[in-house]
C-alpha cells in the first residue's frame, strides 16, 4: 500500500499500480481499489494513469473484468467504491 500512495514519488504510485493490474488477480485488483478510495486527488490521478496502461497494453483483460465484478460485491465498501473507479477507467481506456 506504501507504494501505492507514495506521496513522494509518483512514478512508483503508476508503476506500482500498472505491475498489478497486469498482474490481474483479485488481490492485486483488491489493493488497488483500496488505494484508490483512500488516494488524494494526485494520486488517485496516478493510479489511474497507471491502471489506463495496463489495460491499453493487456489490450483484453477478461480476468480484470471478472475480478472488477466479484469485487464490486465486496463487504468493505472502500473496496467497492475504489473498484467502481477502476470499471469506470477500463471503459474509458477501450476508446
Do not use: F, Y
Not at 10 to 31: C, D, F, H
Not at 45 to 50: A, E
Amino acid at each position: 500500500m506504501g507504494l501505492l500512495l507514495d506521496v513522494e514519488d509518483t512514478a512508483v504510485t503508476r508503476q506500482t499500480a500498472e505491475a498489478l493490474i497486469r498482474a490481474g488477480t483479485g488481490a492485486a485488483i483488491r489493493l488497488v481499489a483500496i488505494a484508490v478510495a483512500k488516494a488524494d486527488d494526485n494520486q488517485a490521478d496516478w493510479l489511474q494513469t497507471g491502471v489506463h496502461d495496463a489495460l491499453v497494453a493487456l489490450g483484453s483483460a477478461p480476468g480484470v473484468a471478472a475480478a472488477c465484478e466479484k469485487l464490486a460485491r465486496d463487504p468493505d465498501e472502500a473496496v467497492r467504491r475504489g473498484v467502481a473507479n477502476i470499471a469506470t477507467w477500463a471503459d474509458d481506456a477501450r476508446w
